[in-house]
């Protein structure tokens, strides 16, 4: 089976008239995380993300806006000190590496609108705060200096 073919069979549609948006969301499970990761940072190295990490105590705070995607990787240390690594920014001056430690889940969310497909990356940690990185459908990154 080609990469990304398990993936794509496990969507689930959610529709909604009203707005005239339809949202797939894709749970990965845990033994692909990361495969999962190297994949999908192949297909998105470059493409413009916003960084949201959502918390109980402050709400949604933005880590990183607008900034080139440069990858993820998911590190397994035999059980233990689980961590998935987001990074973004592609110049030494506008760059972060956000840390979800303990990850639970992993989510990609497709949405359809007349302007375009919206992506997001979700990472729940064990306390249950979400990370998002939201991809921005139509900026092209050469759009961004």
């Known amino acids: 089976m080609a990469p990304g073919t398990v993936f794509a069979s496990r969507f689930v549609n959610l529709c909604t008239e009203a707005d005239a948006m339809r949202t797939m969301t894709e749970e990965i499970p845990r033994e692909e995380w990361g495969p ?13 993300a916003t960084l949201e990490i959502m918390g109980t105590e402050f709400g949604a ?5 607008r900034m ?3 990858g993820a990787t998911y590190e397994a240390h035999g059980g233990h000190d689980e961590a998935i690594r987001i990074m973004i920014g592609d110049s030494p001056k506008a760059h972060m ?3 979800i430690a303990k990850p639970t889940h992993v989510r990609l ?3 359809e609108l007349d302007t375009g497909t919206f992506e997001t990356l ?20 050469e759009e961004i200096p």
Do not use: K
């Open 36 to 48: 999962f990761l190297n994949l999908f940072s192949q297909q998105h190295r470059g493409w413009i």
């Open 61 to 65: 705070q933005t880590g990183a806006e």
């Open 68 to 70: 080139r995607f440069e």
């Open 97 to 99: 590496t956000h840390s």
């Open 109 to 111: 969310a497709r949405s």
């Open 122 to 141: 979700e990472i729940e940690s064990s306390s249950g705060q979400p990370t998002l990185v939201r991809f921005h459908a139509g900026v092209e990154p």
